[in-house]
């Protein structure tokens, strides 16, 4: 065939071998799909995933600096904001840590309150990872009524602290303060109410052709991986080692509790979800069994040497005074020593290494979030898969960025 | 348990509120990190964190703190390896738990140690240019960052760098 004089030849056109080339796409910080500013560097082969490098840290804001300027007390609001979708459970871990650096047991009541708000804020915390999970498959009716289920568990929350969600509900030595009197009324209506929902979703989706599709045999990791991974919480129990720091370790009044573990077989996505699904079940009969059991007492210790006095001494008495001022100035003089206290966070271990010196500061404040250990595991889950597959993965890690960033 | 460590330094275990504490000679560090996850009796097949403590003013400055749980087992055990300050280095221990891979960098990340043999030591919380290593007790806590030059992110979008 004569070709034209100044036309382009076909071969311009023609890349040499359009599939054999790697190409490198960065996924992220900020994409609509990804909960949490997070940074995925993948090399593609056409669809399939070669090699993928997570680029954590968009949302570090120096926890572990912060806490060493200021009292032990101090601290708890930056607890809070660490997984910002189970506050609560980051108070209690962090609690319980500085109680056992001081060693101060706490009154009854106030163990069976943690674990009451513990564990509303574990199904709130899972009940975020799922609907969003579902939201990013295309089942966003689905997600939404999930959200509509943890809007009556913030209710609940709101009621105990008078915050949703930046709470600072516990101090060293006990909670701000008690439950509302109707406590009992108000989580059955809440919990009635979940339940609900919890079986919409159920139908909406366990058996989902779609929903299936995408989640089974997908971000798969075997046992011994994941635990040298360092994984914990339910992407450990998904692939069938029933460890949950709850049970391996009781703390509080959990050892008073029945409950079960559930597990997975395969450890992957779909199993997640199923477990955590399965869990938020069993964080309802804890609450259930707790409030039949509390009981009355007083929510904190009283020793003048940990816990702020009552407004009303600090206004009407000069020794309420001075301990007040003691302890906001110079901080609650916590012994010399270091402690690691785990305990089981809305993603798995949620770790404290508390190191002190004597003085009223921290010495050194270190988290061991959960989520971090499931994005080191991430590249491992992903190579050799879609696209596509990275959403539902990185969903079912529910990576928290101000936890995983600190 | 304790008794099972191949170590010889034991720790004032009464600072540690009764956890289970060892301290571990640098160069001794690999070997008794491998025997702690092998034993059968001891079998510590995690590592749950890998962090660590800058004490200032004291020598050695820095301590390097392994916290290991074993899943088996159910029971933990805290490693502490002293790093000098003009020499801070540690062997990596990403040869036993992948879950140092992302552990070390982080240390490196925020105290400077680095960990010698370690496959991809990069920052990972602070970017690449970043001056300094904030969680030293030394590091100026007003301290302002120098300005970072635009980096073309088509030429260079895989920096898969080893810092000096």
Redesign the interface.
């Not at chain 1, 050892?255 to 309802?284: C, I, K, L, W």
């Not at chain 2, 990190?33 to 749950?48: G, I, K, M, V, Y």
């Given at each position: 065939m004569a070709t034209a004089p100044g036309a382009l030849t076909p071969s311009r056109f023609v890349e040499p071998d359009p599939t054999s080339e790697v190409m490198?796409i960065?996924m992220g910080p900020s994409h609509p799909a990804s909960h949490g500013t997070v940074k995925f560097?993948l090399?593609l082969d056409g669809e399939t995933i070669v090699d993928v490098?997570v680029e954590?840290?968009y949302l570090?804001r120096?926890f572990?600096?912060m806490c060493e300027?200021g009292t032990w007390n101090h601290c708890f609001p930056y607890a809070d904001r660490l997984n910002y979708a189970s506050p609560l459970l980051n108070n209690v871990g962090f609690a319980l840590a500085v109680e056992?650096?001081a060693?101060v047991e706490v009154p009854e009541r106030c163990q069976y309150i943690r674990v009451i708000a513990g564990e509303i804020s574990r199904i709130t915390d899972h009940l975020t990872c799922l609907g969003m999970a579902a939201n990013e498959l295309g089942a966003i009716s689905a997600g939404f009524y999930m959200l509509e289920a943890r809007e009556f568990l913030y209710d609940l929350v709101e009621a105990i602290t008078g915050a949703r969600l930046t709470v600072t509900y516990c101090r060293l030595g006990g909670v701000v303060k008690d439950l509302p009197a109707d406590m009992a009324e108000r989580t059955a209506v809440a919990l009635r109410n979940v339940r609900r929902v919890l079986a919409d979703c159920d139908r909406l989706l366990s058996r989902n052709r779609i929903f299936v599709d995408r989640m089974a045999g997908i971000g798969a990791i075997g046992r011994e991986?994941a635990?040298?991974?360092?994984l914990?919480g339910p992407l450990l129990r998904a692939t069938g080692?029933p460890?949950d720091v709850r049970k391996?370790?009781p703390y509080l009044v959990y050892d008073r509790m029945d409950f079960d573990v559930p597990t997975g077989t395969t450890g992957d996505n779909y199993d997640r979800f199923m477990v955590r699904f399965a869990e938020m079940h069993q964080s309802m009969r804890i609450i259930e069994q707790a409030l039949a059991q509390i009981p009355d007492g007083p929510i904190a210790v009283a020793d003048p040497r940990w816990v702020l006095p009552p407004k009303r001494e600090v206004y009407g008495s000069i020794e309420g005074l001075m301990n007040h001022f003691k302890l906001v100035i110079e901080g609650q003089k916590v012994p010399?020593?270091?402690?690691?206290v785990?305990t089981e966070g809305g993603n798995g271990?949620l770790?404290f290494?508390l190191?002190s010196d004597g003085s009223g500061r921290p010495?050194?404040v270190?988290v061991?979030p959960p989520c971090?250990?499931g994005?080191?595991?991430l590249g491992d889950m992903l190579r050799g898969r879609m696209v596509a597959d990275v959403i539902t993965t990185f969903g079912q890690i529910n990576m928290i960025g101000g936890e995983c960033?600190? | 348990m304790l008794a099972l460590v191949p170590v010889t330094t034991r720790f004032d275990a009464?600072?540690?509120?009764g956890?289970a504490v060892v301290v571990v000679e640098r160069a001794e560090a690999p070997r008794v990190l491998r025997t702690l996850r092998d034993h059968p009796e001891l079998a510590f097949?995690?590592?749950?964190?890998l962090?660590a403590?800058?004490y200032l003013g004291r020598t050695p400055r820095f301590e390097v703190?392994y916290?290991l749980?074993s899943?088996s087992r159910?029971h933990?055990l805290?490693v502490k390896v002293p790093v000098p300050e003009d020499d801070p280095t540690v062997p990596t221990a990403t040869s036993v738990?992948?879950?140092a891979?992302?552990?070390e960098r982080?240390t490196w990340d925020?105290f400077g140690i680095r960990f010698t043999g370690h496959p991809d030591l990069r920052?990972?919380?602070?970017?690449p240019e970043f001056e300094g290593h904030?969680?030293r007790k030394d590091y100026p806590?007003m301290k302002r960052q120098p300005l970072v030059p635009e980096r073309d992110?088509i030429t260079r979008?895989?920096h898969?760098r080893t810092e000096a």
């Amino acid at each position: 065939m004569a070709t034209a004089p100044g036309a382009l030849t076909p071969s311009r056109f023609v890349e040499p071998d359009p599939t054999s080339e790697v190409m490198a796409i960065q996924m992220g910080p900020s994409h609509p799909a990804s909960h949490g500013t997070v940074k995925f560097n993948l090399r593609l082969d056409g669809e399939t995933i070669v090699d993928v490098d997570v680029e954590i840290g968009y949302l570090h804001r120096g926890f572990e600096k912060m806490c060493e300027q200021g009292t032990w007390n101090h601290c708890f609001p930056y607890a809070d904001r660490l997984n910002y979708a189970s506050p609560l459970l980051n108070n209690v871990g962090f609690a319980l840590a500085v109680e056992k650096l001081a060693g101060v047991e706490v009154p009854e009541r106030c163990q069976y309150i943690r674990v009451i708000a513990g564990e509303i804020s574990r199904i709130t915390d899972h009940l975020t990872c799922l609907g969003m999970a579902a939201n990013e498959l295309g089942a966003i009716s689905a997600g939404f009524y999930m959200l509509e289920a943890r809007e009556f568990l913030y209710d609940l929350v709101e009621a105990i602290t008078g915050a949703r969600l930046t709470v600072t509900y516990c101090r060293l030595g006990g909670v701000v303060k008690d439950l509302p009197a109707d406590m009992a009324e108000r989580t059955a209506v809440a919990l009635r109410n979940v339940r609900r929902v919890l079986a919409d979703c159920d139908r909406l989706l366990s058996r989902n052709r779609i929903f299936v599709d995408r989640m089974a045999g997908i971000g798969a990791i075997g046992r011994e991986e994941a635990i040298s991974w360092g994984l914990t919480g339910p992407l450990l129990r998904a692939t069938g080692v029933p460890y949950d720091v709850r049970k391996a370790e009781p703390y509080l009044v959990y050892d008073r509790m029945d409950f079960d573990v559930p597990t997975g077989t395969t450890g992957d996505n779909y199993d997640r979800f199923m477990v955590r699904f399965a869990e938020m079940h069993q964080s309802m009969r804890i609450i259930e069994q707790a409030l039949a059991q509390i009981p009355d007492g007083p929510i904190a210790v009283a020793d003048p040497r940990w816990v702020l006095p009552p407004k009303r001494e600090v206004y009407g008495s000069i020794e309420g005074l001075m301990n007040h001022f003691k302890l906001v100035i110079e901080g609650q003089k916590v012994p010399a020593g270091e402690v690691y206290v785990a305990t089981e966070g809305g993603n798995g271990e949620l770790g404290f290494y508390l190191v002190s010196d004597g003085s009223g500061r921290p010495y050194r404040v270190r988290v061991r979030p959960p989520c971090f250990y499931g994005m080191a595991a991430l590249g491992d889950m992903l190579r050799g898969r879609m696209v596509a597959d990275v959403i539902t993965t990185f969903g079912q890690i529910n990576m928290i960025g101000g936890e995983c960033d600190h | 348990m304790l008794a099972l460590v191949p170590v010889t330094t034991r720790f004032d275990a009464a600072a540690c509120r009764g956890e289970a504490v060892v301290v571990v000679e640098r160069a001794e560090a690999p070997r008794v990190l491998r025997t702690l996850r092998d034993h059968p009796e001891l079998a510590f097949d995690q590592l749950s964190d890998l962090t660590a403590v800058d004490y200032l003013g004291r020598t050695p400055r820095f301590e390097v703190v392994y916290q290991l749980y074993s899943i088996s087992r159910n029971h933990r055990l805290r490693v502490k390896v002293p790093v000098p300050e003009d020499d801070p280095t540690v062997p990596t221990a990403t040869s036993v738990w992948r879950s140092a891979l992302w552990a070390e960098r982080e240390t490196w990340d925020m105290f400077g140690i680095r960990f010698t043999g370690h496959p991809d030591l990069r920052r990972i919380l602070m970017y690449p240019e970043f001056e300094g290593h904030p969680l030293r007790k030394d590091y100026p806590l007003m301290k302002r960052q120098p300005l970072v030059p635009e980096r073309d992110p088509i030429t260079r979008p895989w920096h898969r760098r080893t810092e000096a």
